[in-house]
């Protein structure tokens, strides 16, 4: 697998600081993205050892609040492959810190076993993630006042509360930071 980005101390994509780390390959291609050259599965740096390790020192000052993985699409597949065991060491060294996950997937097709987005790694995955925006961004939906996502026909989801409700059960989030309406 291969990365576009890594952002250290990013307030924009999940609450709190975080570190992000946007993969490449992405086959969704949605109009209006706003990283296209991460559709290339081949955009980037290798994703290595090194790099996790930087990755996870990272997350160690008390004042970051978590991991999250954007793209590219991080439930490609392949990237699924390599995310999984990764996200098991981050959930592993830091229980604590949350974990977020941007996919153009919707969860139900992530979690329905005949869905070719559906992998042997997929669940694994989900165990890990603690808040899940889905669905393809739809430029014509478009909302930058919507927090944490770029059109409307995205949710937040709380994905712990979803697996355990057994329906997708939307994410909250602290209230303090919200500026307008309900989250």
């Known amino acids: 697998m291969r990365y576009g ?3 250290y101390c990013d307030i924009a994509d999940g609450e709190g600081v975080r570190t992000t780390l946007f993969v490449s390959g992405c086959t969704h291609r949605c109009k209006g993205c706003f990283q296209p050259e991460t559709w290339d599965f081949a955009y980037g740096e290798e994703f290595t050892g090194a790099v996790i390790e930087e990755i996870l020192s990272s997350l160690e000052p008390a004042y970051v609040d978590g991991l999250t993985l954007l793209g590219g699409e991080p439930f490609e597949p392949g990237n699924q492959r390599v995310l999984a065991p990764f996200l098991e060491q981050v959930k592993a060294r830091f229980p604590s810190k949350t ?85």
Not at 115 to 125: I, L, Y
């Open 99 to 183: 974990i977020w996950s941007y996919t153009g997937d919707v969860y139900e097709d992530l979690v329905d076993p005949s869905s070719p987005r559906h992998t042997e790694v997929t669940d694994r995955m989900l165990a890990c993630i603690d808040v899940l925006v889905d669905g393809p961004f739809i430029e014509e939906q478009k909302d930058i006042t919507a927090r944490f996502r770029g059109s409307s026909n995205q949710r937040i989801i709380d994905v712990g509360a979803t697996r355990e409700a057994g329906h997708v059960v939307e994410w909250r989030g602290d209230e303090t930071f919200a500026t307008r309406g309900t989250w």
């Open 5 to 7: 980005n890594i952002k």
